[in-house]
């Protein structure tokens, strides 16, 4: 089992550049959940699909942020134009009905 | 919706002492209670779960007790390693509903 699987790992760019990051969720689970963590705000709910469908995207900080899901094993977070806030790390996490989220080894975003 | 409490935020023992995080939560629904451990750089791992049908749950050294009624659940390390030293959340969920919501944190340090 791969686990969840997301890319890239590092990411440096300049603010108002666009920046997308990609997971692949286990396979079988059908619920993916993107998450963003730092030391003032702690771990963030983003956005979570379940069926490649999203259900809730109120913890989408704006309109630069947008996410998808085009089929089970694959889906974007993309943020346009970038700012130095959106400085964080990015987890992608994945469940099937059982509940249990398995986290991804996260994307390190430092936007300059 | 959902909000958990977590204390300490921070937690220093001597190694082979136990150590002991409190959660607490509002929504009397909720009936799933998983803890994560996150290294440092490293990924939230889950390492033990509960659900609303046991008070306790052991797993070696890490064991989690739950009291519906007080609404609180607590995880417990005993005869602690310095390698038990991480970033520690709990979390709580209504079954089937998906979305985990977490507490903030709690830091862990082990002096040899």
């Known amino acids: 089992d791969a686990g969840v699987i997301q890319s890239p790992r590092h990411e440096v760019t300049e603010m108002g550049q666009e920046v997308t990051l990609r997971c692949k969720p286990i396979s079988g689970h059908n619920s993916l959940f993107w998450y963003r963590q730092t030391m003032m705000r702690g771990l963030e709910l983003l956005i979570y699909?379940?069926?490649?469908?999203?259900?809730?995207d109120s913890g989408m900080p704006e309109d630069r942020f947008s996410a998808k899901m085009p089929n089970a094993s694959f889906s974007t977070l993309k943020i346009q134009p970038s700012e130095p806030r959106d400085s964080a790390v990015y987890f992608c996490?994945?469940?099937?009905?059982?509940?249990?989220?398995?986290f991804g080894p996260g994307t390190r975003l430092l936007v300059l | 919706g959902e909000n958990v409490e977590q204390h300490p935020s921070t937690l220093s023992v001597q190694e082979g002492d136990s150590a002991v995080i409190k959660c607490t939560y509002s929504d009397s629904a909720s009936n799933y209670f998983p803890w994560y451990k996150q290294e440092l750089g490293k990924r939230p791992q889950l390492i033990i779960d509960i659900r609303s049908n046991v008070g306790e749950k052991k797993d070696q050294r890490i064991a989690v007790t739950l009291n519906k009624t007080a609404k609180h659940f607590s995880l417990h390390i005993t005869e602690t390693q310095p390698e038990d030293s991480a970033v520690y959340f709990c979390a709580a969920t209504l079954s089937g509903y998906s979305t985990l919501t977490f507490g903030k944190g709690t830091m862990l340090l082990v002096s040899p």
């Open positions: 699909f379940n069926n490649n469908v999203p259900i809730d």
């Open positions: 996490a994945s469940s099937s009905v059982q509940e249990t989220q398995y």
